[in-house]
């Protein structure tokens, strides 16, 4: 799953409010039991798994001049609350930028 969220900053700030923000992902995810560990391979790659309900989800956020893609491997069991995740991811990617 890929959602694109667009932004008119520029790319060091996108990485600072990433970098900075990037523990308040765990509190989009209901329940309040979400584990987020997020590395920094390059420049402008973000890569994250987060940890929740017994299921552990891998993505990674590519940063571009005018917008941050977010890629996020749902298991085939989860596939049905693509939907919901993309909403969150939408949602949490805007207040990360902020």
């Given at each position: 799953?890929?959602?694109?969220?667009?932004?008119?900053?520029?790319?060091?700030?996108?990485?600072?409010?990433?970098?900075?923000?990037?523990?308040?992902?765990?509190?989009?995810?209901?329940?309040?039991?979400?584990?987020?560990?997020?590395?920094?391979?390059?420049?402008?790659?973000?890569?994250?798994?987060?940890?929740?309900?017994?299921?552990?989800?891998?993505?990674?956020?590519?940063?571009?001049?005018?917008?941050v893609i977010?890629?996020?491997?749902?298991?085939?069991?989860?596939?049905?609350?693509?939907?919901?995740?993309?909403?969150?991811?939408?949602?949490?990617?805007?207040?990360?930028?902020?």
């Amino acid at each position: 799953m890929e959602v694109a969220i667009p932004h008119t900053l520029d790319r060091d700030t996108v990485r600072s409010r990433l970098r900075n923000s990037s523990h308040k992902i765990a509190s989009g995810i209901p329940g309040g039991m979400a584990e987020v560990t997020t590395s920094w391979p390059g420049e402008d790659r973000m890569d994250m798994s987060i940890a929740a309900m017994g299921q552990t989800i891998d993505g990674y956020v590519i940063i571009e001049d005018s917008q941050v893609i977010f890629h996020v491997a749902l298991p085939a069991a989860l596939s049905f609350f693509e939907p919901i995740v993309s909403g969150a991811i939408r949602d949490q990617g805007q207040k990360l930028l902020r």
